[in-house]
């Protein structure tokens, strides 16, 4: 691509190195930021600089957070007794946009992967065995995305979990709402013919 | 989608007002740059923000430019003679893509279309007949986008150029290289034949 003005090229330059943005993309949106008034296009700018300086992780479930501690973990009104272990910030976010946990969570930042080079020190998992010595947990929820990765996460820390007489659970596995039973994997298939519901149960959920 | 910061929820609203970004995309831009480094974002934010507030458009052609004239009709080695209208920036550098044209630009910032109430005198006409009064314009080659607005346009342009004893021309429209004579519309079929082109012209081309 070629630019008449370096101010536009560098501004191009400076989105297409977003995950999934490419030059023409890019210089649509500068395109776009370009017609806008130049209060907007400095209110975009600030709050995407103040964001990357001033947010902080939460001290005890690493959330993103305005302060030391995120506005779950602040929140008197949910169970505090109840941990959702997650694989990062956007499971929390597609969690919560459920309004159906009332719970708090953990983020382990990633997940045991070997292949990766990921392994049970490069996650927060220490810190989850910290809390549920400390705070007076009843149950874990294991939210994690059902790959082998995921499962052999959950297996270390059920492993680590049980000098705790906690509950210890999983979310569900099965085929997805408006799936088709053709479509889906053997493993998945399986998984939910094992874990079959009675129907009453299913029809009043 | 429900946040848990507030620093985090401003980023992501920002992002999501671009056109084609969604809040799920939004989020994944505002979680990437937030593993960046402060200063790789800082400078993200900055060049934004000084390309809206510092970048001019050509006093000459209304390209984009970092100064009064911008860098192609400032560059002496292109042809000053021969003219091509556009309809807006982007189409600048489209043409600038190819490295197949050696004149300078007329930018209109955009087409006549009665439906969305823009008119010629929304668009930079005059100033494009001024420029041919006084320069030793010698060509005018009308690159827009064959549509029934377009064509208008370069009808009221050619118009109001009688007068002058000039050249003008407009690229060709004709069946895209790659594209397929089944698919293409009947308009973009006959024109291909009226304006059909010797075999020897097309072979040496």
Redesign the interface.
């Known amino acids: 691509?070629?630019?008449?003005?370096?101010?536009?090229e560098?501004?191009v330059n400076?989105f297409s190195?977003?995950?999934?943005?490419g030059k023409k993309?890019a210089?649509?949106?500068?395109?776009?930021?370009?017609k806008?008034d130049?209060k907007e296009?400095?209110?975009?700018?600030?709050?995407?600089?103040?964001?990357?300086?001033?947010?902080k992780f939460?001290q005890r479930c690493f959330?993103?957070?305005?302060g030391d501690i995120?506005?779950?973990c602040a929140n008197s009104a949910r169970k505090q007794e109840i941990i959702c272990v997650v694989e990062?910030?956007?499971d929390?976010?597609a969690i919560?946009?459920t309004?159906q946990y009332n719970g708090i969570y953990h983020i382990l930042g990633g997940i045991i992967s070997p292949l990766d080079g990921i392994g049970p020190d490069h996650l927060h998992i220490e810190t989850l065995l910290n809390r549920v010595q400390k705070e007076k947990t009843e149950e874990i929820i294991f939210a994690l995305n059902p790959t082998i990765q995921g499962d052999t996460t959950i297996y270390y820390i059920q492993k680590k979990l049980q000098p705790h007489p906690i509950r210890i659970t999983t979310i569900a596995r099965g085929i997805a709402f408006g799936g088709e039973l053709e479509y889906a994997d053997e493993m998945t298939l399986a998984r939910s013919l094992q874990n079959r519901l009675p129907v009453e149960k299913y029809v009043n959920h």
Chains 1, 2 share one sequence.
């Open positions: 691509m070629q630019f008449s003005s370096s101010l536009l560098n501004a400076e190195k977003l995950p999934g943005i993309t210089l649509r949106l500068v395109l776009h930021l370009l806008q130049t296009v400095n209110q975009f700018s600030d709050v995407i600089a103040r964001m990357r300086s001033e947010i939460c959330n993103v957070a305005d995120c506005s779950i990062s910030i956007r929390v976010i919560e946009s309004q």
